[in-house]
């Protein structure tokens, strides 16, 4: 008679418990339908747009002819994964300019005709030159990453131009990603999976500065993988008589007291050994404040404004 009350007690409590998660659940879901909590759109983001990639230095890939609202922002992908509309092939004459990034490259919570491509197409086509200027971010890139999808997936659009648009993280091991089966399809488990990661994380914002220190020891694997990424790229540049750019992009946690600016010394001397014209972003950045810069409270990506001011200081270079 003990083990049945007992046992009944135990269904009763799981039954709460689990009907308590469900409410939880859906409330958060409720909450998070306005497109304002960044870390449920960047999961969002992986669930709607992202693929797993066959090709193991990707991790991932974006679904080919797909679109997502994310941040109240449509993000849209042509045949090739890559933002924006069909790619025709490359008629004679013409120059094609391929960026190569991560989430700000792609811009992440900015309009299509507003991220930083479309605005230079814009200005190529005001000054009457016929350039297209092509968009290969993907969010959660790192330099391995974005010139294997360049040398694996997109060397048949025939860029004559390249710019890697290099920000501080490009040199981290990233791990593969995907997470569990409740990381895939829980908000609640995302927000708690959050909370905690923000209480033990040691590369919180206040660790940034000795976290990226570590990242850009020149022993370190990650900077090494970069380095002969970069290699690889060159090579291929070189073989194919394709000019290469390196726009160096500035954290903007804290523009005013900028704490990294050895990783922007350190990475114009990489650029300029490998013969790629280097654009530093941080001068035109320098002073902003985040609520004029960022995407949104708690996004911490350039946002429209953002984009136009790396249009404006990259442009001149590419002219």
Known sequence: MKLREW???VVLLLASLLVSLGIAEAVLRIKNSSGQNYNIEMWRYSKELKQRSDIEQLGHEHLANSRALLENVEIRTNELGMRGGPIGPLKPGIRRILFLGGSITLGWGVEEKDTVTARLQEMFRS???????????????????YVNLFLRR??????TDIMVHYFLRDAEVLPPGGGNILLRNSELAVTLWEAMHRQFDPTGEAN?????????RTDAEGYREMLASLDQLKAYADAHK???YFAMQPDVHNLTNY????IHRQMEQVARERGFR????LPIFTGQTPEKIWAMPGDPHPNAFGHELMAKAIYPVLK
């Open 278 to 281: 280097y654009i530093d972003l």
């Open 208 to 216: 940034l500065e000795a976290h990226y220190r570590n990242v850009y």
């Open 154 to 159: 997109l060397t048949q659009v025939q860029p």
């Open 259 to 262: 704490p990294f600016l050895f």
């Open 242 to 244: 394709i000019r290469v």
């Open 7 to 9: 046992t009944l007690q």
């Open 127 to 145: 000054d009457g030159q016929d350039v297209e200027v092509l968009n290969a971010g993907i969010g959660n890139y790192n330099a391995v990453r």
